[in-house]
């Protein structure tokens, strides 16, 4: 770290006097946890949700199903954050995925569900095959629409495959928690203490990431969507993720309703396997990320905004950690965040130089682009402060 050398004055000439600069949009870890926390319970329990849920419940199997169903939230939420390392989504943004998931999605499919299997009934067909042909079509169409809602109102925020997962994964959590309290309070009216340890175990434990991970399909293909200039598959790509995420969830469902064995039976040989195919591919995509913003910070080291290490750095999760203990050590707690920030906006001045080469940005990205600099050269004074007595304005 004692290598960073920028060359550059603090304000660039580009820069209109008086331009504000912006600040990192970096969520905490804790904060963020603490609002799934906050909310978790609320989401679920919506006026119209909760009306739906007690009347097959009752408030003992309400209040059992929402203790339960949120001991699985945290930890993957926190798989979700981990994964969002580079460039951190806002906190509104990812709060919003959460809470369409349980509310507008779950309750949009308890009421089409219900509907659809009442109408199969009456037609003479057998009510499960609503499970693996209605539900998964309209699970993932509600759930998708979070994502895509995000993508329509914050296309700035919005800048591939990971934001894609990392969205689509927290409308799957909260879809999943809500209906978690559904199926263990069911379940403990009906069949009692016994029966609810095992769905908990079932649901909770063996497969707590298989509705965010269904919805990391469609994700996938909206992300893919926006790093695109081909307009084919900017349509393509989201119908084909969508598509992706219905089989998975049918599958899913099938493998459920043709008993315990068969249910073992796939879940060892086929949802395994594609949850480790998931894995690998989103850790593939964060590291990715790394490559994308070593590749567009370069041209700042040409240019003297930036130095050689601090690229380095930049482009590596370990070395942003190593960073900021560094900082820490030398500068205390104000010199951490300062670098904390500064990692956070030189992401985001990476994808903005990304979507610069694109053609994809917004006709103030040159200005943008310099008061960024601008701000992470006030930012390393901080946590380099004979860097700024060397460089005064």
Same mark, same amino acid.
């Given at each position: ?46 006026? #119209? ?172 293909? #909206? ?171």
């Amino acid at each position: 770290m004692s290598e960073f050398a920028p060359y550059q004055p603090s304000s660039p000439a580009g820069l209109p006097p008086g331009y504000p600069l912006p600040a990192p949009r970096r969520p905490r870890v804790l904060a963020t946890l603490g609002w799934v926390a906050a909310f978790a319970v609320l989401v679920g329990c919506t006026l #119209l949700t909760i009306l739906v849920i007690t009347s097959e419940t009752g408030a003992l199997g309400l209040v059992t199903g929402s203790v339960l169903a949120v001991v699985p939230v945290f930890p993957v939420v926190a798989v979700y954050l981990w994964l969002d390392r580079y460039e951190a989504e806002p906190p509104s943004l990812l709060v919003l995925a959460f809470l369409w998931g349980a509310g507008v999605a779950t309750f949009a499919a308890l009421v089409i569900n219900t509907a659809s299997v009442a109408a199969i009934q009456q037609a003479g067909g057998d009510a499960s095959s609503g499970a693996i042909f209605v539900a998964p079509v309209v699970e993932e169409t509600m759930k998708g629409l979070a994502i895509v809602l995000i993508l329509l109102v914050r296309r700035r925020e919005f800048d591939g495959v990971v934001d894609g997962i990392v969205y689509a994964g927290m409308a799957g959590i909260g879809f999943a928690f809500v209906e978690n309290v559904l199926y263990l309070g069911r379940t403990l009216m009906e069949s009692g203490t016994a029966g609810t340890v095992f769905v908990f175990v079932l649901r909770c434990v063996a497969s707590p990431f298989a509705h965010p991970l269904f919805t990391a399909a469609t994700g996938i293909g #909206l992300g893919l969507a926006v790093r695109t200039r081909n307009p084919l598959l900017k349509l393509l790509y989201p119908v084909l993720g969508w598509a992706v995420a219905v089989l998975l969830h049918g599958a899913w469902n099938y493998s459920a309703s043709s008993g315990l064995g068969g249910f073992l039976l796939a879940y060892i040989a086929f949802q395994v396997p594609v949850f480790l195919g998931f894995v690998a591919l989103a850790v593939y995509a964060r590291r990715r990320e790394g490559r994308l913003i070593g590749r567009h910070l370069e041209v700042y080291c040409s240019t003297g905004w930036l130095s050689p290490s601090e690229v380095q750095m930049l482009a590596s999760i370990p070395g942003r950690r190593e960073a900021r203990s560094w900082a820490s050590r030398t500068g205390g707690s104000a010199a951490r965040r300062a670098m904390r920030d500064f990692q956070e906006m030189a992401s985001e001045l990476a994808f903005l130089r990304e979507r610069m080469i694109r053609g994809s940005a917004p006709q103030d990205a040159r200005t943008t682009e310099y008061a960024m600099l601008a701000s992470m050269s006030q930012l390393r004074a901080v946590f380099l402060p004979q860097w700024a007595a060397n460089h005064p304005r």
